[in-house]
């Protein structure tokens, strides 16, 4: 499939809805967790069992960025939304199949395997396109998209939750459930493959915005090669490991904290508190993003991991005495969180140009699977060797906490230690030049 060149006076405002309905669509993977009682009551599963789909989709997720992000570069986008919608919905379909005749196996594969290449390929499938059309503006770009990921779960949550109320909890109403999401999904994210486009070698006034390669490139064999992409694979997995343990232990820690207070916190309100945390979660992903685009990026990552590792420290040490503050403190860590992911690929831009910016990014992703593994685990062991010991309350997550203070610390250095790419990994300009006009007549 030949990448969609777009016509002279195509807007690009056009491309930012065309990746917004992939990732809105993708995003459901943060809404299994509504699937996991129905699946453990209907298929006799333990909560370990229920939850290895998702984990399952997360790995794919990583796995088929890294190896697949080049293949993008190649195809261009409407070849990788195609393939995104027809493994995402597909995995649906199969899962589906498994619920209706109650093979749990086929679910772990449908839903984990094969809807987890469609998560990590629709995931990095707008990125590369959306730099290209906004390199004035790429934080605010990739923000729009990324932003989508995050909010998927706020509308696939209630509506997974509506579908198995009417279609009831068993077996049957979960594989009509899965049925549902398969097909709505897949003419949702059709909508991404009509509307995308990449720009022309050549622009014009009418297009708008600043030409698409300008400045230093790199391709993603050199920059895997380069301190700097290592840089950022450790500011990334840190900043995520630093969220993602809050947010996978939200309700039981807030609880928790307060458990021997005045005022403990209901389940409801432990609900609340996760319904906030995931709303700071994507409304950081805009907003951070964009603010990148002013303060430039390095200063961005400054206040996320340093301002994070000040919140961590509120928390661990006079948290407990104010639920305000926890609550604060925790939305600006899940903020910082979510504009983490967003910032990453505008901050890969400024150091290696767009001439393979998805594909460099597709590979930087496999520190978000290694963060997705490395912080539930240290708050979850650690969190129960305490209680082991007879602690209960906030003295539970009190070495977890510092020890995501130190994280956040690694990741500040890190980032301190970003330079610009040495020159001897620049792109050729004539290379650049050839591979772009070949894709041109190949359109």
């Not at 491309?15 to 006799?44: C, M, N, R, T």
């Not at 396109?129 to 949550?157: E, N, V």
Request: proline residues 5%.
């Amino acid at each position: 499939m030949s990448p969609p060149v777009a016509p002279p006076g195509w807007s690009r405002w056009l491309v930012p809805p065309a990746a917004l309905s992939v990732h809105l669509s993708i995003g459901q993977a943060y809404a299994w967790s509504v699937f996991k009682p129905s699946l453990e009551s209907a298929l006799d599963l333990s909560g370990t069992q229920s939850a290895l789909p998702f984990q399952l989709g997360i790995v794919m997720l990583g796995l088929s960025a890294a190896f697949g992000g080049t293949l993008v570069e190649r195809n261009g986008p409407r070849w990788a939304m195609t393939v995104a919608l027809i493994c995402f919905s597909s995995g649906f379909l199969l899962s589906a199949l498994g619920a209706v005749t109650e093979q749990y196996w086929l679910i772990v594969f449908g839903y984990g395997f094969v809807g987890g290449i469609g998560l990590g390929i629709g995931y990095i499938s707008p990125v590369s396109t959306l730099i290209k059309w906004f390199p004035d503006r790429p934080g605010m770009a990739t923000g729009i998209a990324i932003m989508g990921f995050g909010g998927g779960a706020l509308i696939a949550s209630p509506w997974s939750a509506q579908m198995l109320e009417s279609f009831g909890s068993d077996n049957t109403g979960i594989a009509q459930a899965f049925l549902v999401h398969g097909l709505t999904y897949a003419v949702f994210m059709s909508l991404g493959v009509f509307l995308v486009r990449v720009p022309r070698a050549t622009k014009t006034a009418a297009d708008g915005g600043p030409a698409p390669l300008e400045g230093v490139q790199v391709s993603a064999n050199s920059a895997i090669r380069t301190p700097q992409f290592w840089c950022l694979w450790v500011v990334l997995c840190m900043n995520v490991t630093a969220g993602i343990g809050i947010l996978e232990k939200a309700a039981p820690m807030i609880t928790d904290f307060f458990s021997d207070t005045s005022t403990p916190v209901s389940v409801s309100a432990a609900a609340g508190f996760v319904a906030l945390l995931s709303a700071a979660n994507m409304a950081g992903r805009i907003g951070w993003s964009s603010t990148s685009d002013l303060i430039g990026r390095k200063n961005i990552y400054r206040v996320y991991l340093g301002v994070g590792a000040l919140m961590y420290a509120l928390i661990a040490w006079v948290g407990d005495s104010s639920k305000p503050l926890f609550i604060c403190c925790a939305l600006v860590i899940l903020s910082f969180y979510g504009g983490g992911f967003a910032t990453i690929p505008a901050y890969l831009k400024d150091l290696f140009g767009t001439y393979q910016v998805g594909a460099i990014h597709g590979r930087l992703l496999t520190a978000w699977s290694t963060a997705g593994v490395l912080g539930p685990l240290i708050v979850n062991w650690i969190a129960d060797r305490q209680e082991e010991v007879g602690k209960s309350g906030a003295s539970l997550y009190g070495v977890s906490l510092i020890i995501m203070i130190g994280l956040l610390v690694i990741g500040f250095v890190a980032n301190e230690l970003v330079r610009p790419v040495n020159v001897r990994h620049h792109l050729p300009a004539q290379k650049e030049a050839a591979d772009v006009h070949e894709r041109q007549q190949s359109a």
